[in-house]
């Protein structure tokens, strides 16, 4: 575009523009810009709040904080003094739990304690003289009814009056229903609840036994007669004291009641889940003492089972708290009774072919372990001499060093509480000793005699000497003795024990430079065999690694 070119568009622009009416009239934007001016500071004048006087400001602050303490105080009273609903309703419904529980138990323990005391057949003033009822009345009395003291241990433990009710409603059992409890226990019961469970039965029992043996002192003069003799109050309280599992017991004429749960005709059966080695406990309340002056009561062969009972029972328990005066009964039993056996009796007088054949067995095991080695002393001596220093110089302080020696020593407490035989040097030489006294005389009276610990422990010996010929004699035919893992010598081996009461299981541990060897234990499972006489004797049915 060239410059007479612009030049008439720019005038023709001009021309068009002045033809244009105008659309903005300035008087007007001035007038309007002027009324909304005008219409702001009338706003503005409206809007503005006068100041207050300085005086007007200090009174109003002096108010508000007064207001402000004031309603603090209030808050804080009603804080102090009213404690939170929700705080007051919980203290209200613990608090009502309890009255409503103790109403019911005040119906059960009356009852409970009522039943308890038909049951026995005793008179209410007579009742409460016992110690098992005395204790039972003062923790109803002194826990039950203690509201402040229950209520406070509601509020810790949910579970606490449960567990108070049965407490209290326990204490008022008699023993029948004491003994009755071992049916609760699933298995068989381990050392420590055993001993538990005795000391409750013992301190239960021991009162009431003695009720009924001083209801006979009107009755001395029948109770020698036959019983189709005797009155019916005496056959009442005869009947009733059965019940309870006791027995009347005549010593030297001496007529009195004992406790006799587990080894009588009627004991129940679930009786068996006890612990074997606190049977000695429950046998010495069955049958007192052994002896009648010097003279056994029972056989010899009788009076020893009982001795061997009181041997684990003694080795495994030589102080019971609370029960330490039994233990020292129980001692005095057990030192005496072995005294006159060993010395011979009445019935089998010393050195005679029934004393020798008794001190023979004792020597192998028969009668427990305790005098097992004072036994091989006198015989040893017996045949060499055909008497024994051994056996003159015998008191009962030997004897109990014995069976101190045979708990430190010889016996090792297993994981169940029980004890296990330690094979150490001492048990080696009583095994050699009574391997050596078999292989000479090839007696088999000598393995009828043994129990399953010794069984297993000449077994132990015989294999490890490589003498197949007597350890086959301890195997049923069942047994493969060529399968058996081979060693040399009993020395491979650490503690015999039995898993459970009856000795029908037993494991021989080994020792740990021994284990790829022969692993970490042999299992021997045992039953019986009959002899030639038709009695039974102990043998291995199954051995496993």
Not at 279 to 285: A, D, E, Q, R
Request: charged share 25%.
């Amino acid at each position: 575009m060239d410059d007479q070119q612009f030049n008439q568009r720019m005038a023709l622009l001009k021309k068009s523009y002045e033809r244009m009416e105008s659309e903005l009239d300035p008087q007007q934007v001035i007038q309007q810009i002027e009324n909304e001016d005008a219409i702001r500071e009338s706003h503005e004048i409206n809007n503005t709040v006068p100041k207050s006087s300085t005086k007007w400001q200090k009174h109003a602050v002096w108010i508000a904080s007064i207001a402000s303490v004031l309603l603090v105080g209030i808050l804080m009273s009603s804080y102090m003094f009213h404690p939170s609903t929700s705080v007051h309703s919980d203290e209200e419904k613990i608090e009502s739990s309890y009255e409503e529980w103790f109403l019911s138990l005040q119906k059960k323990y009356l009852e409970k304690r009522e039943k308890t005391r038909q049951e026995l057949n005793i008179p209410e003033q007579d009742f409460r003289k016992l110690s098992f009822i005395g204790t039972a009345d003062n923790r109803y009395n002194d826990k039950a009814r203690n509201k402040k003291l229950v209520v406070n241990r509601m509020m810790d433990n949910p579970k606490y009056l449960v567990e108070l009710e049965q407490e209290i409603l326990d204490n008022l059992q008699t023993p029948r229903e004491l003994i009755e409890q071992l049916n609760t226990f699933e298995n068989s019961m381990s050392y420590e609840e055993s001993r538990y469970f005795f000391s409750n039965y013992f301190y239960s029992t021991k009162d009431v036994l003695q009720y009924y043996t001083n209801q006979l002192s009107p009755y001395t003069s029948v109770l020698a007669q036959k019983e189709k003799n005797y009155p019916k109050e005496l056959n009442q309280l005869i009947a009733t004291a059965k019940k309870q599992y006791f027995e009347l017991s005549n010593v030297g004429n001496n007529f009195s009641f004992r406790a006799n749960p587990i080894f009588q005709k009627n004991s129940p059966a679930y009786a068996e889940r006890l612990h074997s080695d606190i049977l000695g406990l429950f046998k010495y309340l069955a049958t007192g003492s052994l002896l009648e002056g010097e003279n056994l009561r029972f056989s010899a062969e009788e009076t020893v089972r009982i001795l061997k009972l009181y041997e684990r029972t003694l080795i495994m328990d030589l102080s019971i708290a609370g029960l330490d005066f039994l233990l020292r009964d129980l001692k005095k039993e057990f030192e005496n009774t072995w005294l006159v056996l060993l010395k011979g009796t009445e019935d089998m007088s010393r050195y005679s072919p029934e004393h020798i054949e008794f001190l023979t067995a004792a020597a192998n095991g028969k009668y427990g372990e305790s005098m097992r080695l004072t036994a091989q002393f006198i015989v040893e001596e017996y045949n060499a001499n055909k008497q024994s220093k051994t056996l003159d110089i015998l008191t009962t302080k030997d004897i109990w060093l014995e069976l101190l020696n045979l708990r430190d020593k010889v016996y090792i407490e297993t994981e169940d509480g029980s004890a296990g035989l330690r094979i150490d040097f001492r048990w080696i030489y009583q095994t050699e000793a009574l391997y050596n006294s078999y292989i000479t005389s090839k007696d088999d009276t000598i393995l009828d005699s043994l129990n399953p610990m010794n069984v297993v422990s000449l077994f132990l010996y015989a294999h490890g000497k490589g003498d197949q010929e007597t350890a086959k004699r301890l195997l049923s035919q069942e047994v493969d003795l060529s399968k058996m893992v081979q060693f040399e010598g009993m020395e491979h081996f650490t503690i015999l024990y039995a898993t459970d009461a009856s000795q029908t299981t037993i494991k021989a541990g080994v020792k740990p430079e021994s284990v790829q060897l022969i692993g970490q234990h042999l299992t021997f499972q045992l039953g019986t065999a009959t002899t030639g006489k038709g009695e039974k004797r102990c043998i291995i049915t199954a051995i496993s690694e």
